[in-house]
């Protein structure tokens, strides 16, 4: 079965360079062991990364151990939809994009948050 987005469509390719995803094939597509939800398909930012860092989750360093290279603004990458979340309470919420963010990404916010930050 096709994975939909939060517009109802396909889901489409966040970045595949770097490659991200639950499965590392470039998508926010989830399953049941993703205890994450790495659903919504995130435009980084410097504040978004440094909000990420001063509350526990160093997303700028590379840990080759888990296939991640460390993010830099303007990286797209597949965040957990709570950290997204918890990001757009705080002020730091990055820009999404919208064909690549997971249906599921609703289950974590409200869609119109969500489109409140879609990227063009």
């Not at 499965?23 to 399953?31: A, I, L, Q, S």
């Not at 435009?43 to 590379?62: K, M, Q, W």
């Not at 991640?68 to 990458?77: E, I, Q, S």
């Not at 990001?87 to 948050?113: C, K, M, N, S, W």
Request: aromatic share 8%; glycine share 8%.
């Amino acid at each position: 079965m096709t994975a939909l987005n939060i517009l109802g469509t396909p889901l489409a390719i966040c970045s595949t360079d770097p490659m991200t995803g639950w499965y590392r094939d470039g998508c926010c597509n989830t399953d049941a062991k993703d205890q994450g939800r790495h659903v919504v398909c995130a435009i980084v930012t410097e504040d978004f990364l440094a909000f990420s860092r001063a509350v526990g989750n160093d997303l700028s360093s590379p840990r080759p151990e888990y296939q991640f290279p460390g993010l830099k603004p303007g990286d797209r990458w597949c965040l957990c939809a709570a950290r997204w979340e918890e990001a757009r309470q705080a002020g730091f919420a990055p820009d999404i994009v919208p064909e690549a963010t997971h249906a599921r990404a609703v289950d974590y916010t409200a869609l119109g948050h969500l489109q409140a930050h879609s990227a063009g």
